[in-house]
């Protein structure tokens, strides 16, 4: 347990918590912009949390179901062999 060590009302030394992770807020901004203008229709993604927790989403499926488990596996493998983070792939 980090011992902290309040200074004046507002400021404490310690932990400053979790870091805001910017590639991943402009991705979610570009998927939430395509979202708004209609063109993202549905979508599954998996993520973890700074304390460890995992969350998971998804939304409308949508009539091609057969192409969404088919991207999903493609996602797997790129996930699995690359190294870098690219940050969003078939959204203008």
């Known amino acids: 347990m ?3 060590t309040p ?6 030394i310690g932990s400053i918590g979790p870091v805001p ?3 991943l807020i402009a991705a979610l901004n570009i998927l939430l912009s ?3 203008k209609g063109e993202l229709q549905s979508f599954v993604g998996v993520g973890f949390c700074a304390n460890g927790t995992k969350v998971r989403s998804f939304c409308s499926h ?3 179901s057969d ?3 088919g ?3 493609r996602v797997q493998n790129e996930y699995m062999t690359h190294t870098e983070i ?3 792939e078939g959204i203008t």
Do not use: C, F
């Open 21 to 23: 992770n910017e590639q």
């Open 7 to 12: 200074l004046r009302a507002g400021i404490v």
């Open 67 to 69: 192409a969404m488990i």
């Open 34 to 36: 395509s979202a708004e």
């Open 71 to 73: 991207a999903l596996v």
């Open 86 to 88: 690219e940050l969003v």
């Open 62 to 64: 949508g009539e091609d």
């Open 2 to 4: 980090i011992k902290v």
